[in-house]
Each structure stands twice: as C-alpha cells, then as structure tokens.
C-alpha cells in the first residue's frame, strides 16, 4: 500500500508521501535511543506537564484532526472528534496517576526475613525505545492508548502507523513535540510494512506493541520471538452479543446498532454475532433490523450521517465476499447486503457498504469463522443459555463478549465461561483507560491501559537489601 491519503468517500487522492531511507530512519531509532537514556530519568512531575500539555493541545486542534482522520479512514467527523476528546481524556488520567501506578512495592519484611534480606522491594523501571504498529481504524486512540502509559513511565516510543493515514501519524509527533516532550521522545516512520522487520531487529528497540489483522500479529510476534523481545498483541475479534429472556430487549436492540456499527463497523472489539434465546429473538430481530434500516448512509463530513464509506476499496470487497458467501449458502437478509445506491454528490465512486444484518447463519458460512470489518451484523436463535455460550466459544478469537440478561446466575455463569478479555453486562464494549483492554486466543495477549498497560514495558526490578544495608 502506498504511503497516501485516500479519501474513501470518493476514492480521490489527497496527499502523498515518500517513504522514509534507511539513513533517515537509522537516525531517528538512534535519536530514540540517545534520547531514551536521559529521558528515563525525568521526574514524573515533568512528564505530567507535558502530557497534560499534549492534551490541552489536542481540544484545541480537535476540530482539524478529526476532519484529517475522515478525510483519511471516512469514520464520520462527529465520531472523530469523540476520538480526539477520548485520547486528552486518557492523556490527562495518565499524567494523574502513572506516579502512583508505578509506586514502589513493598512486600511484609516478615514475608522476606528468611531470605536474609532487612528489606526489600520492587521497582518498575523502563524498558527503551518501543515500536509501535498501529492500524488505520482509530488513528488517533490507538495509538496515544499505547504513548501515553508508555511516556508517562520513561520510555520512548517509534510509530510505524497505517499507511493510508499519514497525516494523522505526523500530527501525532508533531503534537508530542509541541507539548514539550524532547525530539527523541516520539518519533514517526513513514515506512512501508516491509521495513518493519528491520526496525524491530534492532537491538536498540527493545519492545513492540501492534494492533492489527492476526497476520500482521503473526509477522511481528515471530521477529520479536526470534530476537527475545517483548510484545504486546491486540488483534481481531468477532465479538459475541448475547441476549437472554430477562433482557430489556428494546434498550438491547438500540444499544446493538451502535455496537455493530460504531466506525462504520469496523472496530475490532466491535459486536458481530447477534446470539438470541428463541423466547425474544424476533423481537429483537424485528427491532434491530429496523434500527440497522434506518441510518443515514453518506458523506462522512456531513454532521447527520451515521455510517460513511469503508476506509479501503480492498476492505469493501472482502466484505462483500463474506456477505455474498453466506448468502449463496442460505443466509438471509434482512436488510443491506449490497452497496447503496443514489449518493450523489461525488460519492458514487466512494467505498460504501449498506448496513446489513443477516438471519440463518450456519457453520458452513465463512462469516462464521472470520472477522467482518464493516457494518455487517449476524443473527442466531438458540434455545438455552449452554448453547448461546458455546455459540459465543465457537470462534478463533477472544477479545470481548456483551450479554444482556437481568439474572445474577447468567451473569456469573457468562463471567466464569465466556472465553474473552472482558464481558460488558447490559451494554457495549468500550475501551476505558482505568480498565485493561486486550484478548486471548487469537486476538492476542498483553494488556493495554489501566495499571496492566503501563507496566507492560517496564522491568519490574527486585532490590533486595541484606541485614547490614544502610
């Protein structure tokens, strides 16, 4: 893919970018790594200030960014802006707390006597120049979910982001930048894929964290295991939302349109298998289908559109082959499936996709097993909650679940045995920065935000101190 802005509403090319040589991204790894070696011990009151600078920096530039990031990936600029207003939020929580989440711990001096010790502790210090794989889906969130803990607790960070949003990866250093942090501390790499694996090889990059497809996961988990370094992976989902007899299912069936559809259905931690107990499926069939119906397909830009186009043209095809697959299998659909027509105003050449929701799914169907990144949703009845468990089970990926039921039993059963990184009761998914976020099976491992993600990249450091230390 080349190094471009795209936009996807009407498939015109904004902006271009050559990528950077290996002379100039050898110099900004060593500038990282120069960097990194005074960095790591300013104080964190220091790191605070600029932080909460980047933030306040950031509502003010709001407005332009979010119309950068939909003229970039098409998320409608009202969804943009939430973004921008989401990340000075977590930038803010971090530049608050990072000092206290990273505190010294400090086992009972009982508990370590008989190792000799008069006292010991352990301490959380930085790893060093961590690279960063970032996707095009929130080209801002993604990637200050992962700087921010990361800068707040001494390290430096290299961003190698999505390709087809370049101008969003080079405001995210300039805005660092401008907030105080030293030149070093942040830098972007417009580089190809191709060159990720050199970057990482280096023994000045000690770490890496990716969010992506699970190949893209597989690539980077592979170098960084050959070369013993750490990772943290957050790839696909395929996010069960399961609704039982004690549900509200009007609130259920509203709340399932946002979580379907939110980014114009493409977010990993997305909903995208509707599983619904027999005694209130048509219900909510009914009421969700008629939700999905009635959003307002068009020009990102425009203040009252729901969905916009989807950020590729490639992205569009591979959901339209899922789509068309699972029909020709017997899917029905019971809205969408196609692309819209009549748009007018430019966008007929744009990557659009009608929301979409579909009945009969069966385990034949590709759509069963595979991600859908847009907004494509899938129907189930089941007759119990053991089948709407295993339903939600029956899927490589892990990352998180929803369930809506009023009953205290269902819910610590959904707790103890849906195999996800996290289960929201009576709502949607949402990443939060005082809860950790990330998945298991193939959605990958590690932890972003909260206490889990900044102590990610850190060495947690044992000192132990013998009876005759000062």
């Not at 490639?314 to 009549?342: F, S």
């Not at 044992?462 to 005759?468: A, D, H």
């Amino acid at each position: 893919m080349p190094i471009a802005t795209v936009n996807p509403a009407n498939g015109e090319l904004i902006r271009s970018f050559d990528a950077l040589g290996e002379d100039e991204t050898e110099r900004r790894i060593t500038a990282a790594a120069e960097t990194f070696r005074q960095y790591r011990t300013t104080p964190f009151e220091q790191r605070a200030a600029w932080l909460n600078r980047a933030a306040d920096l950031l509502d003010e530039d709001r407005d332009t960014i979010a119309r950068t990031m939909t003229l970039e990936m098409g998320k409608p600029v009202t969804a943009a802006r939430a973004e921008a207003a989401k990340c000075a939020k977590a930038m803010r929580w971090y530049a608050d707390r990072a000092e206290g989440l990273l505190a010294d711990e400090r086992p009972d001096p009982a508990d370590v006597t008989d190792s000799g010790a008069s006292r010991a502790l352990v301490r959380y210090r930085p790893l060093g120049v961590v690279l960063a794989v970032m996707p095009w889906n929130f080209p801002l969130w993604q990637v200050v979910r992962f700087a921010a803990p990361a800068l707040m607790a001494g390290n430096v960070g290299l961003l190698k982001h999505a390709s087809n949003v370049p101008q969003t990866a080079l405001y995210l250093e300039d805005l660092f930048h401008r907030a105080g942090f030293p030149a070093g501390c942040f830098r972007t790499l417009l580089i190809g894929s191709g060159a990720v694996e050199a970057v990482l090889r280096d023994p000045r990059v000690v770490a890496a964290t990716l969010t992506g497809s699970e190949p893209a996961g597989r690539a980077v988990a592979a170098t960084a295991g050959d070369e013993v370094k750490k990772t943290v992976l957050e790839l696909g989902g395929s996010d069960p939302y399961l609704v039982l007899p004690s549900a509200d299912v009007e609130k259920a069936a509203a709340t399932a349109v946002t979580a379907r559809v939110q980014n114009n259905g493409q977010s990993c931690i997305a909903a995208k298998r509707f599983i619904v107990h027999a005694d209130v499926y048509d219900a909510f069939a009914e009421a969700f289908t008629a939700g999905m119906r009635a959003l307002t397909v068009g020009d990102p830009l425009e203040e009252a559109t729901d969905i916009g186009p989807l950020s590729t043209e490639q992205g569009r095809t591979d959901l339209e082959e899922l789509v068309d697959d699972a029909v020709e299998r017997g899917a029905e659909a019971l809205c969408g499936g196609r692309r819209p027509d009549k748009l007018g105003g430019g966008l007929e050449n744009g990557w659009f996709y009608e929301p979409t929701v579909l009945a009969g799914i069966t385990t034949a169907m590709r759509i069963h097993r595979e991600e859908t990144f847009g907004p494509v949703a899938t129907l189930y009845r089941v007759a119990d909650l053991d089948e709407a468990i295993h339903l939600a089970n029956d899927t490589p990926f892990g990352l998180s679940s929803n369930v809506w039921t009023r009953d205290a039993g269902e819910q610590e059963r959904c707790a103890r045995d849906l195999e996800a990184g996290g289960v929201f009761f009576n709502g949607m998914t949402a990443s939060h920065p005082a809860l950790p976020f990330g998945g298991i099976k193939r959605s990958g491992y590690g932890r972003e935000l909260a206490g889990h993600g900044i102590r990610e990249f850190c060495n947690a450091t044992t000192l132990w101190y013998g009876p005759e230390t000062s």
